[in-house]
């Protein structure tokens, strides 16, 4: 989704593979999460919570042992940040997020909303795209959430949720 996303909105071959390659990467910090939190069944605690959110900063430090992932570790440590500033690890806020994150940020909530949890059933489609619309300025970019809204459909197609 990330890369379609990346695409469409015209970005350079080098940042389109950027943010496709961070997409994949952004959550590979919950190696270090105990499996009986990722796997919980149910809602978690606010100590398991705690516990998950550190995954960006495990992932970031996971990355950044390579100098070639320096960028890459910058976007999965913030893809949690929300434009309000309100979101984790570092609470920053708006353009100071780098962009491949707050692109994560949108494909990430598509994909967790368009998915069955063991808390709560899939949204469907129309909830989805009206919770995303809701919360651009708050959660999201709303540069980014305009560019989702413009190419929801090829998203969803490409994200196998619209076949």
Request: charged content about 25%; overall charge neutral; glycine content about 8%.
């Amino acid at each position: 989704m990330v890369l379609a996303l990346a695409k469409r909105m015209g970005f350079s071959k080098d940042e389109v593979m950027l943010f496709h390659f961070s997409a994949h990467l952004h959550d590979i910090g919950k190696i270090g999460i105990p499996d009986a939190i990722l796997r919980k069944n149910g809602r978690l605690t606010d100590a398991e919570f705690a516990v998950i959110k550190q995954h960006p900063e495990i992932g970031a430090r996971i990355l950044r042992k390579s100098p070639a992932f320096a960028e890459i570790a910058e976007i999965v440590l913030h893809h949690h940040e929300r434009f309000d500033g309100l979101g984790y690890p570092d609470g920053i806020s708006g353009y100071n997020i780098p962009l491949g994150s707050r692109l994560i940020a949108v494909c990430d909530s598509i994909d967790a909303m368009m998915t069955t949890r063991s808390y709560r059933k899939a949204f469907s489609e129309q909830d989805c795209y009206e919770e995303i619309k809701r919360c651009s300025g708050t959660r999201y970019d709303p540069d980014v959430v305009d560019a989702v809204m413009t190419h929801w459909k090829e998203l969803m197609k490409v994200a196998g949720y619209n076949l």
